[in-house]
């Protein structure tokens, strides 16, 4: 069974701070991770994922993600926030399934202060 | 650029009444899901759809729930006898492949009085 745990549900920084939102998974399988973010009453937008390959993975509005098969980790980070970046950010794990349905964590507020 | 549509945007319904939610896929897209997000609750994962018949469903698609692709097209959720712990958010999202990004709609909410 996959799940997944987002560290803080609410993230405050400054504009121009570095943003960093935790996510922890667990998979029986080798996972494929994803970062979606969800602006207030829209739907989800992918903002990276990670399959196979470099454990760097870069992705939209400047976000980065790095997979850390070690500490089971695949933490969000962008240098510098905008006031644009203030969403909620959803990591999601892909299951084993056939049809390898994602499994989200309980999803991270980013509010980003003046 | 192609995007998954979902209509409506928000149905308001009473409780034990029927309610079918409805989603256009990205066209060439072979796999189909519905997901739901409780207020203030996690996505979580009701049904996937592949050729034509459910691949995968979670705890949380019991009898009252049914999908179809009745046309070829369109991609349905059907929730027979609503109850109030039925409202939410309701996404559809489809993929090409398996493990590649699911694209998903803007969702429909659904409250049930």
């Known amino acids: 069974a996959q799940s997944v745990t987002q560290l803080g549900s609410h993230v405050s920084v400054s504009e121009g701070a570095l943003v960093l939102l935790r996510c922890n998974y667990s998979s029986s399988v080798p996972p494929y991770l994803f970062w979606y973010v969800q602006y207030p009453n829209q739907g989800l937008q992918l903002l990276l994922k990670?399959?196979?390959?470099?454990?760097l993975v870069k992705g939209i509005n400047g976000f980065e993600a790095e997979f850390k098969k070690s500490e089971t980790s695949f933490h969000l980070t962008k240098p510098s926030a905008h006031m644009s970046d203030a969403a909620e950010y959803f990591c999601?794990?892909?299951?084993?399934?056939?049809?390898?349905?994602?499994?989200f964590g309980s999803g991270t507020q980013l509010t980003v202060l003046p | 650029e192609p995007e998954v549509t979902q209509t409506p945007s928000h149905q308001v319904t009473q409780m034990g009444q029927e309610v079918i939610l409805r989603c256009v896929p990205i066209s060439n897209h072979l796999y189909f899901y519905w997901y739901r997000q409780i207020l203030g609750q996690k996505v979580e994962f009701l049904v996937s759809?592949?050729?034509?018949?459910?691949?995968?469903k979670s705890e949380i698609f019991d009898d009252q729930f049914s999908v179809e692709r009745p046309d070829g097209s369109n991609f349905t959720l059907k929730i027979r006898s609503t109850k109030l712990e039925d409202s939410a958010m309701y996404f559809c999202a489809s993929t090409p492949l398996v493990n590649v990004e699911q694209f998903f709609g803007p969702g429909t909410r659904l409250t049930v009085l």
């Open positions: 999601a794990v892909s299951g084993s399934g056939s049809a390898r349905q994602l499994t």
């Open positions: 759809f592949y050729n034509n018949e459910i691949s995968e």
């Open positions: 990670y399959t196979t390959g470099a454990t």
